[in-house]
Structures are given as structure tokens and as C-alpha cells.
């Protein structure tokens, strides 16, 4: 299983059709596109799935905001023809717009002349964000790598950190509702919160209908897993809900990352996968048509 890759269709580097023919060879059966506020890659991802026998999951990454905190939430089993999920993305992709333009100012103050250009060249045809302007520094010979790309001018704090007033997690969570999907909370772990932030993170998600958590998100050390899974049980308590689904992915961009490789984790045994939540509504669906 793997629940959270991206495309060319926003800021991979493999098609739809390389990425599923290659979940398929790394031995994934059940497969989410996840684009940054896209599902432009959703079709050809799933003609490719039924062509290879993988099952593709229509999925999309919105960003949004947790009060004045960056908060991605990934949307599963969603309407790609959702008039609810068009709105969501055009607002978005003016949004995204909007913080390009001010990232290549950033960089041309810096001496980067070309920047917008450069960025746009490596995006094509998806929308520009700061992994192509990352690319277009390596390319261009002003940085060694994407990595150093990111610590020295795009990364958080640096000069092309740019904010964007992003729609707000509870509106993202309605979003993903009216679209059939289930909304989950992306990559916990990776905001740098303390243990109380993220503990009051997991519980504002649950109480604004949050359906899964993404418990795995690459390879992470097992403290860290045990450790999300506890935050998870608390906050469900202290919100009085019961312990939500589990999702799990990759965060697959490009090859030779192996710690982000497709299919590299595999959720508990003793969590309830968020792919349940499917299986229950078909089930519920089914049996609302057969009532006389």
C-alpha cells in the first residue's frame, strides 16, 4: 500500500504512468496519486492501474493553514469531477501563483536573474512551486543539489520562504467531505512541533471531522511511530472521539531517495486502516439500494 506520491502533475519527476508502473514493480496494490492541489495526473494514473491490475486511489495534497500554521491535508478516494474540489483548486492555483512571483523577486534580489523563467521551465505544465525553482538553481550551477537548494535560500526561513494565506484546515476537511473523500492529516511529524503543538494539532483536526492520520509517512524511526501513536489515542480521548484511521505513504518525489521509496512502510496490524473507510461507506451505499 502506499497512499501519498507525487507526479509531474505537480512537483515529481515521473509521470502518472511512470509512477504507477513503478508502485507496480515495487509490489504496491493499492495506490493514491497525492499532487499538491491537483488531480490533474488522476486519469492517466488510473487507465495505467487498469492496464497493469493496481488499484489507483484518486487522492490530491491541499495545502492549508492550522490557525498561522502550514498544514498539508491529503484527500482519498475523492471526485476528481467535484465541483467543491474545482473551487478548492483554482483558489489555490492563484494562490500558488501569487507566491511563485514573489519567490523569483526573492531570488532576484539575490542575484538569481532568470529566476521565474527558470522555475517555469522546470515545471511545464504544472503549477510552479519551490521544488522547481530548487531544480532550476541546481541546473542553473548556483547550488550543488536540491538539498542544498532548500537549506541556503527555500527552505524554511530563507529568502524564498514566502507565506501564503492558505484556505484553513477545518474549510480544506468540508472540501475533501463534499468531494466523497476521506481527509487525512499529511506527514504529523514533519512540522517541527512540540509534543503539546502536535498533541493539540491531532485533537483541532479530529474535532473538525478529520478522518485518518497519517501514522507512517516514509521510513521513521519506530520511537517516533509508537510515540504518534500514542498522541493519537490521547487526543481522540480528549476530543471524545473514537481513535482515528490510520493512513500511510511514501511522500515519493523522485528515485533514488530510498527512505521515500513507493511500498517501503506497511502500517500496524492492530490500527484501523483508513482504506476501511471505503469498505464501509460501498458497504453502507450497498445496502441503502437493496432497503424497499
Known sequence: ????????????????????????????????????????????????????????????????????????????????????????????????????????GQLEKRGFHGALEGGRAQAGEAVLGRPHFARWLVEAGHVEDMSRAFKRYLGAGKVGDVRVEWPQMAETIETIHAAGGSAVLAHPLKYGLTRTQLLRLLGAFLEEGGDAVELLCGRQNPVQTRELRNLLLAAAETAGKPPPHCSLGSDFHQPEQPWRELGCVWLPTDVEPVWNLWHTLHREQRSQTSLP
Do not use: C, Y
Not at 509531474?8 to 509521470?15: E, K, P, Q, R
Open 1 to 104: 500500500m502506499d497512499l501519498h506520491s507525487h507526479s509531474t502533475a505537480s512537483d515529481g519527476i515521473l509521470s502518472p504512468e511512470q509512477l504507477v508502473s513503478r508502485a507496480k514493480s515495487r509490489g504496491v496494490s493499492l495506490f493514491a496519486l497525492t499532487d499538491h492541489d491537483t488531480v490533474g495526473g488522476i486519469a492517466e494514473a488510473q487507465r495505467t492501474g487498469d492496464r497493469l491490475g493496481i488499484d489507483v486511489v484518486a487522492g490530491i495534497e491541499f495545502s492549508s493553514l492550522w490557525g498561522r500554521r502550514s498544514v498539508h491535508v491529503v484527500g482519498l478516494n475523492v471526485d476528481p469531477q467535484s465541483e467543491s474540489l474545482r473551487q478548492a483548486i483554482v483558489l489555490r492555483e492563484h494562490l500558488r501563483q501569487e507566491r511563485a512571483e514573489r519567490i523569483a
